[in-house]
């Protein structure tokens, strides 16, 4: 088993930051109950599937579990792993 990741673990302040850099538009975190970010997914006819997919990413954040950085990429590829910005500005915002 090898625990990929990134370079850095931000906490959701900074990948609202990220967001906002590559994507250009005001963004900031607005920390909501996971009860009230699924209503505000759902209201935006959003997939069920895809609701259950982000709620449980965010609340994965908000429980730091994430937040070990470990050098298995680089070891496994010889690539360093994309940082958050990186990722954010090759998806264009969608």
């Known amino acids: 088993m090898h625990e990929l990741t990134g370079p850095a673990a931000p906490d959701m302040h900074d990948v609202a930051a990220e967001a906002a850099r ?23 006819d959003l ?5 259950y997919a982000f709620s449980s990413m965010f609340a994965s954040v908000r429980l730091h579990r994430w ?3 470990t050098g298995e990429v680089f070891r496994l590829t010889e690539r360093q792993p994309l940082t958050l910005g990186d990722l954010l500005s090759t998806s264009g915002g969608s």
């Open 22 to 44: 590559a994507w250009h538009p005001p963004i900031r975190y607005v920390n909501v109950t996971p009860a009230d970010f699924q209503r505000e997914l759902a209201a935006d």
């Open 47 to 51: 997939d069920p599937w895809w609701c």
């Open 67 to 69: 937040e070990q950085v």
